[in-house]
């Protein structure tokens, strides 16, 4: 087992742990750094996909998904912080 299988394996383990966390978070916010940590993880499976095949433009997927989720975590942000804390 090569090195990009194991970070490949732990990507997509720690990514369903984020899923469940998206589906069954107890809170808003929960659900809000889970999708956060899933679309950090989405940049980790770009920047593996470019080690193992050497093609550059899964570099270029990896920051334009990386501006993308920024600026979604900051809206949803942004809109959660005229509501009233739910749970």
Known sequence: MSLVD???VVLVVASFLCL???GRGPTV???I???DTL???IVGFCVVMTL???KDY???IAIAWALLSFIGTLALAKYL???PYHD
């Open 58 to 60: 899964y570099i270029n």
């Open 20 to 22: 469940y966390r998206i």
């Open 6 to 8: 194991f970070v490949v």
């Open 52 to 54: 193992a095949t050497g």
């Open 29 to 31: 916010p929960d659900r």
């Open 39 to 41: 679309g950090t993880l």
């Open 81 to 83: 912080e005229g509501r």
């Open 33 to 35: 750094v889970a999708i």
